[in-house]
């Protein structure tokens, strides 16, 4: 198949082929990422726990369950709405200047962002790093890279 000339002579398939190429976030913006998101965290963290421990004066089970149940939605919560409203970033990743998409460099679909997001609630999960890549990217076919804006 002989690909075809653009006027200003480049060439048409080179150009759409060239939409797709990304250069992958190295090692250390991933970790800085990870900080600077559990950081962010680990103070709404503390501020719903300091109300909810206003409210409930109690160290019952049930209410040590809830707590429970309320920090690993929020640390759900908040991977999913930041990469779904903010184009596959969190705080982090825009202090990198890195975003999630998928391995084909398209946007991430919000399904996509909830299963990556619940991934990272594995035990250990963020252990995985230290291989070739972390699980919630292995498991939902996404990586982060280096944005261009």
Sequence with gaps: ???????????????LSDEQQYEVATREQRFINFLID?????????IVAYIFGATFMSDSLGTQL??????????????YFMETFMDGRTLGK???GTRAVLKNGNRMPSGKILLRSLARAVPFEP????????WHDEWTGTVVI????
């Excluded at 280096?146 to 804006?149: D, L």
């Design 94 to 96: 825009m202090v990198t």
């Design 66 to 79: 809830l707590l429970q149940l309320l920090f690993l939605a929020m640390y759900v919560g908040y991977y």
């Design 146 to 149: 280096k944005s261009k804006y």
């Design 1 to 15: 198949m002989q690909s075809s000339s653009l006027p200003d002579g480049k060439d048409l398939l080179r150009d």
């Design 127 to 134: 252990f995985s790093a230290f291989g070739t890549s972390p």
């Design 38 to 46: 559990y950081a962010v965290y680990v103070v709404a963290l503390g």
